[in-house]
């Protein structure tokens, strides 16, 4: 049993199922199989075909890559949106013709040439995001039609000027540069779509305009709901693609000078073909910038290979839709197969030994025997407020409290039966803490750490904080700070319970039981936003130590506390102060007498110590039973400890019927009273303590103000 027992222990800590999951997770992985295939493409070419991939190739390459990759990312923006563009080829012989006709004809300078050429394409994009955005008509049908009058219109304007652009020979050195200049081996085009495609990644995954975007593709009606301007961004898109594609014409033209008949013929479908084969889903909602590059790269390698191999044309575009059909199915496969993975191995319990808890029965005797203390607590806001995780009073004595609502609502004093919303934030209220300047502090779940002012305006304080350079996951962002205190010079330290799972998804952090916790700190002087200790188990409950120099904190499934010093000869260092709790610790705060209270927030049993060193059974759980009967702790049994620096216990508070107040996530000692607050109550407890300092007010102690 022990060599078993040690055998999960390994498997569980070093197996790495939860990387996996993690990479999975990521999108960029969705370009798997579009690298892949461009991997194998350039290999079987470059073996088959002598100098395929020289220099000169790949120079050549780059050039077509860049003038088509151009309308490849225009039809990538419509796509995403949720429409198509059929129009390309023939907007790109018109915007063609039209730079050769400014230049060669009416004898225009460079700049004007381009400035022309790119609001031709504006236009003609206008007119498809004008019928499909405002209009509301069939993007494939009207840019079928869009193709066929455009087309129309280009072969009508080369009856007239097809000889008088022939004819001309334009001497413009930048010119020149355009259609086959280079800086340092790269072509100028190239250079440009470089820049052009490293905005578009910007814009479509760090901008608010490229969210948009995608929320539109992937649900219409629900972006109209969220008051997204729906028609506006559509419209707009047809005409970010027609300028795009009159960016590839541009340089088309400076390349070759050419309008003959067959300038864009087909176009639309190879850079149709280009963006299914990058991994663009045709429904909408699902594209990225190297999705476009990896199938404009794919396309053109297998058309260069099969053109320079001698293959007719027929064989061709056969060969080009056969890689097309094959990858298309393996990519259907690999991303249904890929979300199967993820569901298996994203979530990974690892092996959580604890050893047996103390007694807490009646007349088991210790610190943690169970009383009835909190039988006859007062109840505060019965029914009329729900989820007060955490509560705070001011120095008028009001009473603050999160609701889950996304409030904050303060009961005024001194009977604390007027109540009023004091701030709506909009997010789950978890811990609070006032600075000296009478700003309070809260953190909100999956929102991050906010300052409400006294004149109740809201303002973020942080969101993110630095990403670990070690990990896969980008933990950059706060996912669910709950729980801070401030230090003398105003830095607020926090602890955030999970980087990897929201705040809906606490339980499955607990299933895993992994360590994905961390302590943040935040300098509200500097703007800056730091994490000061990682790998912690459900971090919680933080509390500024009577030394000024170190903080408190509780990891929840470690039910244990421990102290870590930021500030003075022991700065870094973490210890032990309680540890093999009886239950799950969360907040801490500080008691009249010097020493700090604790809430425990379920009580541990036998079966879920057991299940803590069964990560398999656990992983069991997760998948094959709803949430409501996964094991959980105890709630329903409320208990306050008094503690000292030197983990002593030195007073316990139980409510054995759990009727008054069964669950307990924070309490703060105020004039003699403490006031008990729980995720899981629609109250607030107020409890009598009998030999408590009823002159003591945190908010005075910690800042020195009289009250």
């Given at each position: 049993?022990?060599?078993?027992?040690?055998?999960?222990?390994?498997?569980?800590?070093?197996?790495?199922?939860?990387?996996?999951?993690?990479?999975?997770?990521?999108?960029?992985?969705?370009?798997?199989i579009p690298v892949i295939v461009l991997l194998i493409v350039g290999i079987v070419l470059s073996r088959?075909?002598?100098?395929?991939?020289?220099?000169?190739?790949?120079?050549?390459?780059?050039?077509?890559?860049?003038?088509?990759?151009?309308?490849?990312?225009?039809?990538?923006?419509?796509?995403?949106?949720?429409?198509?563009?059929?129009?390309?080829?023939?907007?790109?012989?018109?915007?063609?013709?039209?730079?050769?006709?400014?230049?060669?004809?009416?004898?225009?300078?460079?700049?004007?040439?381009?400035?022309?050429?790119?609001?031709?394409?504006?236009?003609?994009?206008?007119?498809?995001?004008?019928?499909?955005?405002?209009?509301?008509?069939?993007?494939?049908?009207?840019?079928?039609?869009?193709?066929?009058?455009?087309?129309?219109?280009?072969?009508?304007?080369?009856?007239?000027?097809?000889?008088?652009?022939?004819?001309?020979?334009?001497?413009?050195?930048?010119?020149?540069?355009?259609?086959?200049?280079?800086?340092?081996?790269?072509?100028?085009?190239?250079?440009?779509?470089?820049?052009?495609?490293?905005?578009?990644?910007?814009?479509?995954?760090?901008?608010?305009?490229?969210?948009?975007?995608?929320?539109?593709?992937?649900?219409?009606?629900?972006?109209?709901?969220?008051?997204?301007?729906?028609?506006?961004?559509?419209?707009?898109?047809?005409?970010?693609?027609?300028?795009?594609?009159?960016?590839?014409?541009?340089?088309?033209?400076?390349?070759?000078?050419?309008?003959?008949?067959?300038?864009?013929?087909?176009?639309?479908?190879?850079?149709?073909?280009?963006?299914?084969?990058?991994g663009i889903t045709l429904g909408g909602g699902n594209g990225s910038v190297a999705k476009a590059l990896?199938?404009?790269?794919?396309?053109?390698?297998?058309?260069?290979?099969?053109?320079?191999?001698?293959?007719?044309?027929?064989?061709?575009?056969?060969?080009?839709?056969?890689?097309?059909?094959?990858?298309?199915?393996?990519?259907?496969?690999?991303?249904?197969?890929?979300?199967?993975?993820?569901?298996?191995?994203?979530?990974?319990?690892?092996?959580?030994?604890?050893?047996?808890?103390?007694?807490?029965?009646?007349?088991?005797?210790?610190?943690?025997?169970?009383?009835?203390?909190?039988?006859?607590?007062?109840?505060?806001?019965?029914?009329?407020?729900?989820?007060?995780?955490?509560?705070?009073?001011?120095?008028?004595?009001?009473?603050?409290?999160?609701?889950?609502?996304?409030?904050?609502?303060?009961?005024?004093?001194?009977?604390?039966?007027?109540?009023?919303?004091?701030?709506?934030?909009?997010?789950?209220?978890?811990?609070?803490?006032?600075?000296?300047?009478?700003?309070?502090?809260?953190?909100?779940?999956?929102?991050?750490?906010?300052?409400?002012?006294?004149?109740?305006?809201?303002?973020?304080?942080?969101?993110?904080?630095?990403?670990?350079?070690?990990?896969?996951?980008?933990?950059?962002?706060?996912?669910?700070?709950?729980?801070?205190?401030?230090?003398?010079?105003?830095?607020?330290?926090?602890?955030?319970?999970?980087?990897?799972?929201?705040?809906?998804?606490?339980?499955?952090?607990?299933?895993?039981?992994?360590?994905?916790?961390?302590?943040?700190?935040?300098?509200?002087?500097?703007?800056?936003?730091?994490?000061?200790?990682?790998?912690?188990?459900?971090?919680?409950?933080?509390?500024?130590?009577?030394?000024?120099?170190?903080?408190?904190?509780?990891?929840?499934?470690?039910?244990?506390?421990?102290?870590?010093?930021?500030?003075?000869?022991?700065?870094?260092?973490?210890?032990?102060?309680?540890?093999?709790?009886?239950?799950?610790?969360?907040?801490?705060?500080?008691?009249?007498?010097?020493?700090?209270?604790?809430?425990?927030?379920?009580?541990?049993?036998?079966?879920?110590?057991?299940?803590?060193?069964?990560?398999?059974?656990?992983?069991?759980?997760?998948?094959?039973?709803?949430?409501?009967?996964?094991?959980?702790?105890?709630?329903?049994?409320?208990?306050?400890?008094?503690?000292?620096?030197?983990?002593?216990?030195?007073?316990?508070?139980?409510?054995?019927?759990?009727?008054?107040?069964?669950?307990?996530?924070?309490?703060?000692?105020?004039?003699?009273?403490?006031?008990?607050?729980?995720?899981?109550?629609?109250?607030?407890?107020?409890?009598?303590?009998?030999?408590?300092?009823?002159?003591?007010?945190?908010?005075?102690?910690?800042?020195?103000?009289?009250?």
């Amino acid at each position: 049993m022990p060599m078993q027992e040690a055998f999960v222990r390994f498997k569980s800590r070093y197996w790495p199922d939860h990387l996996l999951g993690e990479i999975l997770s990521k999108r960029w992985t969705e370009t798997a199989i579009p690298v892949i295939v461009l991997l194998i493409v350039g290999i079987v070419l470059s073996r088959v075909i002598d100098g395929f991939l020289s220099p000169a190739g790949l120079a050549d390459t780059a050039r077509q890559a860049g003038e088509i990759g151009f309308v490849v990312l225009g039809m990538a923006l419509v796509v995403i949106v949720g429409g198509i563009d059929l129009s390309v080829g023939s907007m790109f012989a018109l915007c063609d013709f039209c730079a050769l006709y400014c230049l060669d004809v009416l004898n225009w300078p460079v700049p004007a040439v381009i400035a022309a050429t790119l609001a031709c394409g504006a236009v003609l994009g206008a007119v498809n995001g004008f019928l499909i955005g405002y209009l509301r008509l069939r993007a494939f049908i009207t840019t079928l039609i869009t193709l066929i009058i455009y087309r129309s219109t280009y072969d009508l304007l080369l009856v007239n000027n097809s000889n008088k652009i022939a004819a001309a020979f334009p001497d413009f050195p930048s010119w020149d540069f355009i259609g086959g200049g280079d800086v340092l081996g790269v072509p100028s085009v190239a250079l440009v779509y470089i820049v052009v495609a490293v905005f578009g990644h910007v814009f479509l995954t760090r901008l608010r305009p490229g969210w948009h975007i995608t929320a539109i593709g992937g649900s219409r009606r629900s972006a109209y709901n969220s008051g997204i301007p729906v028609r506006r961004t559509i419209a707009l898109c047809y005409v970010a693609s027609g300028v795009l594609t009159a960016t590839g014409a541009l340089f088309f033209a400076a390349r070759l000078g050419t309008v003959g008949g067959d300038v864009g013929v087909g176009l639309e479908v190879t850079v149709l073909t280009a963006t299914v084969l990058g991994g663009i889903t045709l429904g909408g909602g699902n594209g990225s910038v190297a999705k476009a590059l990896a199938g404009t790269l794919i396309v053109l390698l297998v058309t260069n290979g099969l053109t320079t191999l001698s293959v007719r044309g027929g064989f061709n575009r056969m060969v080009l839709a056969a890689i097309l059909l094959v990858a298309a199915v393996i990519d259907i496969r690999w991303l249904k197969n890929r979300t199967r993975i993820i569901s298996k191995v994203y979530v990974s319990p690892t092996y959580h030994a604890l050893p047996p808890p103390p007694p807490t029965a009646v007349g088991a005797g210790g610190p943690f025997e169970q009383n009835d203390k909190l039988r006859d607590v007062e109840l505060i806001g019965l029914g009329r407020i729900e989820a007060p995780e955490d509560v705070i009073l001011d120095r008028h004595d009001n009473l603050y409290a999160g609701s889950r609502h996304g409030d904050i609502v303060r009961f005024l004093a001194p009977d604390y039966q007027q109540m009023e919303v004091f701030a709506h934030i909009g997010g789950q209220p978890l811990g609070m803490a006032f600075d000296r300047n009478d700003n309070l502090y809260c953190c909100i779940g999956g929102m991050g750490l906010y300052r409400i002012a006294p004149d109740r305006k809201i303002e973020k304080a942080t969101d993110e904080t630095n990403r670990s350079l070690t990990s896969v996951n980008d933990d950059s962002r706060l996912r669910l700070a709950d729980d801070l205190d401030i230090a003398d010079d105003g830095r607020i330290f926090f602890s955030e319970a999970t980087v990897r799972y929201e705040m809906h998804e606490w339980p499955v952090d607990g299933l895993e039981a992994r360590g994905n916790g961390r302590i943040i700190c935040y300098d509200p002087g500097r703007k800056t936003t730091r994490t000061v200790l990682r790998g912690l188990k459900f971090p919680n409950g933080i509390c500024i130590a009577s030394d000024r120099q170190s903080i408190l904190f509780a990891e929840t499934w470690g039910c244990s506390v421990k102290r870590y010093w930021f500030d003075g000869p022991k700065q870094g260092t973490v210890e032990t102060v309680m540890d093999n709790l009886p239950g799950f610790p969360d907040n801490i705060n500080l008691a009249s007498d010097g020493n700090y209270w604790l809430a425990l927030v379920g009580m541990r049993s036998p079966a879920l110590d057991l299940a803590w060193r069964m990560p398999g059974f656990r992983r069991r759980m997760g998948k094959r039973l709803p949430l409501d009967e996964w094991l959980f702790p105890n709630i329903n049994t409320g208990c306050v400890l008094k503690f000292n620096e030197k983990g002593e216990v030195l007073e316990s508070f139980w409510d054995l019927a759990g009727l008054n107040h069964p669950m307990i996530t924070s309490m703060r000692e105020h004039r003699g009273y403490l006031y008990l607050g729980g995720i899981a109550n629609n109250r607030i407890g107020r409890y009598k303590l009998a030999d408590a300092d009823p002159n003591f007010v945190q908010y005075d102690r910690r800042w020195g103000k009289q009250s």
